[in-house]
């Protein structure tokens, strides 16, 4: 079956522009999770969704991070006025169930490069 | 503060069992101990969760002593496909920061 899928795989972006990544999770995945992480660290979480509703965004390092899910399925995380610390691989997770025991499906993540 | 602390890396010779463990001393009394799994350019992979004494799945066995202040997730006869970043996780919440603390993880390298 299918995994959890992220688009693009690979994104490069001058400073300052806007991005925006994209997640599929798991069909039927209640629970959305979406991480960022640099070279050598663990993932950091960012927020997390339960179907449409963003209920811990308490990770977003600024403002300029927002992320949606309208309709309990497709996520987007999106950056605007993008900096050179934003630079990392951003990783989307997903899970059946909304307890902590679920076990956190990842995908392989989308790599950002800010120029 | 952390809620876990791993040691930064360890080496193994292919064929042998490979202990790793995991310190937690303010465990609370709801949360459960998870391990993920993490090879380069992919997103990790959960390997098992316990909250006590023993639990084995096909992949791995984990430990957790009486007092829960630390768990040791256990690979047996590790081949070089087990090269990896391994990550000790603990909470109970669904969510949240502190819940989910991957940390730098423990980079296992098997040498043939």
């Known amino acids: 079956g299918a995994g959890v899928s992220q688009s693009p795989r690979y994104k490069v972006a001058k400073r300052g522009q806007d991005v925006a990544l994209r997640c599929d999770p798991i069909?039927?995945?209640?629970?959305l999770f979406w991480y960022q992480q640099a070279l050598g660290q663990g993932p950091e979480f960012l927020t997390y969704?339960?179907?449409?509703?963003?209920?811990?965004k308490s990770g977003l390092p600024s403002d300029r991070f927002f992320a949606e899910r309208p309709e309990g399925s497709v996520s987007t995380l999106k950056i605007q006025r993008t900096q050179q610390e934003d630079s990392a691989v951003y990783l989307c997770a997903s899970s059946l169930g909304t307890g902590w025991g679920q076990p956190q499906h990842f995908g392989d993540g989308t790599r950002l490069s800010i120029l | 503060l952390a809620k876990t602390t791993q040691p930064i890396s360890m080496d193994s010779y292919e064929g042998q069992e490979v202990n790793i463990t995991c310190s937690h001393n303010?465990?609370?009394?709801?949360?459960?101990i998870t391990w993920y799994q993490q090879f380069p350019s992919q997103g990790p992979r959960f390997i098992i969760q316990g909250y006590k004494t023993k639990v084995t799945n096909e992949v791995a066995s984990l430990f957790i002593p009486a007092d829960r202040k630390s768990s040791t997730l256990s690979l047996p006869r590790v081949s070089l496909s087990d090269t990896a970043v391994y990550y000790c996780?603990?909470?109970?919440?669904?969510?949240?920061?502190?819940?989910?603390?991957f940390g730098t993880g423990t980079r296992l390298t098997v040498i043939p």
């Open positions: 969704f339960q179907n449409e509703a963003q209920l811990d």
């Open positions: 303010n465990i609370a009394t709801n949360d459960y």
């Open positions: 996780l603990v909470g109970s919440g669904p969510t949240g920061a502190n819940n989910l603390f």
């Open positions: 069909s039927g995945h209640v629970s």
